[in-house]
């Protein structure tokens, strides 16, 4: 199957600093990409679809100030929590289309303190 | 639109057979099945794209009704390893999946 790489896996941060995380196919082109937040005992839920070379899409509820995507190339996506508060903590997982099947990085557990 | 999961948590022994199931109220193109483990990223199952089809890997298998608005997930004599948190992600065409509650499985010696 096709290869998700994310980076890191976990972060701990202070309140009001910036933090990315990075979302690479490795083994495919991604004209697409999908950041998916997940609480503790919850679902995944879709934040934003990144698209390469343009602006990402944002679902209702989201704020594309604090939650910025940047999908530069056709390998990488990356989602950086602006002015992290606690609240932000979560875990983060991006995810790619091949071959009709959704693949998934492993994730990164943010945690803001 | 969020598919509807049921049932949210099963408690199995080792052997026992499950049933998961995952609702739409509007025809869907395809489920895609996943599991998660604790502190993980959701792992691929499988995908199913037309209405009547089955199909199955070893003693997990699923399906898929005619009118492409129910599928179900069977797992057959259940072992250890098969506890964790099952999603459904449905699709209408070319969107991102979405994803339905999870059911937590425990499987017991």
């Known amino acids: 199957g096709a290869v998700v790489s994310q980076h890191p896996s976990w972060v701990i941060c202070k309140s009001g600093t910036s933090v990315k995380i990075e979302c690479r196919s490795l083994?495919?082109?991604?004209?697409?990409m999908f950041w998916y937040r997940q609480f503790p005992k919850q679902s995944l839920m879709l934040m934003a679809t990144?698209?390469?070379?343009?602006?990402?899409?944002?679902e209702q509820g989201v704020e594309k100030d604090k939650f910025l995507i940047n999908h530069a190339s056709l390998t990488l996506s990356t989602l950086t929590v602006t002015s992290a508060h606690p609240e932000d903590s979560s875990f983060y997982i991006c995810?790619?289309?091949?071959?009709?099947?959704?693949?998934f990085g492993q994730g990164t557990r943010l945690t803001v303190v | 639109q969020q598919p509807v999961q049921s049932p949210q948590a099963v408690i199995l022994r080792e052997g026992e057979d499950a049933v998961i199931n995952c609702s739409s109220s509007?025809?869907?193109?395809?489920v895609h099945w996943y599991r998660q483990k604790h502190g993980e990223a959701p792992v691929f199952l499988m995908i199913?794209?037309?209405?009547?089809e089955q199909k199955g890997h070893e003693k997990i298998s699923a399906s898929f009704n005619e009118k492409k608005q129910q599928s179900s997930l069977y797992l057959t004599a259940s072992q250890l390893s098969y506890s964790g948190t099952y999603f459904c992600?449905?699709?209408?065409?070319?969107?991102?999946?979405?994803f339905g509650k999870g059911t937590r499985l425990s499987v017991i010696a």
């Open positions: 199913l794209l037309k209405g009547g």
């Open positions: 990144s698209n390469e070379g343009s602006k990402a899409t944002y």
């Open positions: 509007k025809a869907l193109y395809s």
């Open positions: 995810s790619a289309r091949a071959q009709g099947k959704a693949f």
């Open positions: 992600g449905t699709e209408w065409g070319n969107t991102p999946l979405v």
């Open positions: 083994d495919f082109q991604a004209t697409t």
